[in-house]
């Protein structure tokens, strides 16, 4: 069956610049989780879904981040006033029920601030 | 708060044995999770550990002992393709918090 999927799996942006990166699970996952990751780091979490509601969201790092999935299924992580620091792999990963021990990743989405 | 600590960097044969060990502190600990990652990949699950002891997963197997807050994965039969990095993640209430990786190199 298809992965989790990502799109844009690049983008470039100005600082200052609105972005949103879209995030696709697989198929019956209730589960979804936004991560940040840094060349030579792992991934940071950021935030996670049960279904629709953001059952934890203590790893945004400030209010220009936020993220939706308004119908249980697709995600959008949306960032505001984009930042150079910002620049990152964002990945994407679901899960069955609340099995977050064994996530399923998607490709990610590589972005540029300049 | 929560800290794991990996070896940044380890290089083993190819047909060798290599052990990649994870020491953490953390509240809330629910269990150990092994991740797979190429160069530009996306991380991939190999093992989890919520009980003391070894897990074997063909090729691969994963150790955990709670009471010294340390877990390790075992590699054996190295094959060229096992280049990659390698994360450890705490579990805890309901996400994975992961450690900074191990990237193996396999040599001829």
């Known amino acids: 069956g298809a992965g989790v999927s990502q799109t844009p799996s690049n983008k470039v942006t100005e600082k200052g610049k609105y972005v949103e990166l879209r995030c696709d699970p697989i198929s019956g996952h209730t589960a979804l989780y936004w991560y940040r990751q840094s060349l030579g780091q792992g991934p940071e979490f950021l935030i996670y879904f049960q279904g629709t509601g953001a059952a934890d969201d203590s790893g945004l790092p400030n209010d220009r981040f936020f993220a939706v999935r308004p119908e249980g299924s697709v995600s959008t992580l949306k960032i505001q006033r984009t930042e150079r620091g910002d620049s990152a792999v964002y990945l994407c990963?679901?899960?069955?029920?609340?099995?977050?021990?064994?996530?399923?990743f998607g490709p990610g989405t590589r972005l540029t601030v300049l | 708060g929560q800290s794991l600590e990996q070896p940044s960097e380890v290089t083993a044969v190819e047909g060798a044995i290599v052990q990649i060990n994870c020491t953490y502190q953390?509240?809330?600990?629910?269990?150990l999770s092994w991740y797979q990652q190429h160069d530009g990949g996306a991380p991939t699950f190999l093992s989890y550990?919520?009980?003391?002891g070894l897990e074997e997963t063909g090729r691969f197997s994963s150790f955990l002992s709670r009471s010294d807050s340390y877990g390790y994965l075992l590699l054996q039969e190295l094959q060229m393709k096992d280049s990659a990095s390698y994360f450890c993640a705490v579990a805890g209430a309901n996400n994975l918090f992961f450690g900074t990786g191990t990237r193996l190199t396999v040599i001829p």
């Open positions: 953390t509240s809330g600990f629910y269990g």
């Open positions: 550990n919520a009980l003391d």
């Open positions: 990963a679901s899960s069955l029920g609340d099995a977050y021990n064994e996530q399923f």
